[in-house]
């Protein structure tokens, strides 16, 4: 059973940054799909950005040139770095690992961006 652990969250003000990180207890070297999701209070989860091998990344039109995904296969861990947050990238936010076999979470981390 894969286990994903989230650190790195927090409160900020608007216009600052933070850096998520997600270990992971296996291997991600092959692992085809990892992305960051979020999810703020009445709203849905949706996706923030995802690094997928074989094509790069992607990322919600709402992130894209604040927050870049990306990945250390020695350490195993994905990361979100966080830039000139806003308030409505509150939320909490889950790291996730998909392969053909599974499909995993982490805990969730909350951000609160706020003045």
């Known amino acids: 059973q894969v286990q994903l652990v989230e650190s790195g969250g927090g409160s900020v003000q608007p216009g600052g940054s933070l850096r998520l990180s997600c270990t992971s207890s296996?291997?991600?070297?092959?692992?085809?799909?990892m992305g960051w999701y979020r999810q703020a209070p009445g709203n849905k989860r949706e996706m923030v950005a995802r690094?997928?091998?074989?094509?790069?990344?992607d990322y919600a039109d709402s992130v894209k040139g604040r927050f870049t995904i990306s990945r250390d296969n020695v350490k195993n861990t994905l990361y979100l770095q966080m830039n000139r947050l806003k308030p409505e990238d509150t939320g909490l936010y889950y790291c996730?690992?998909?392969?053909?076999?599974?499909?995993?979470w982490g805990q969730g981390i909350q951000v609160t961006v706020s003045s």
């Open positions: 690094a997928v091998s074989a094509h790069g990344t």
């Open positions: 296996r291997s991600i070297s092959s692992i085809i799909d």
């Open positions: 996730n690992l998909w392969t053909p076999e599974t499909n995993t």
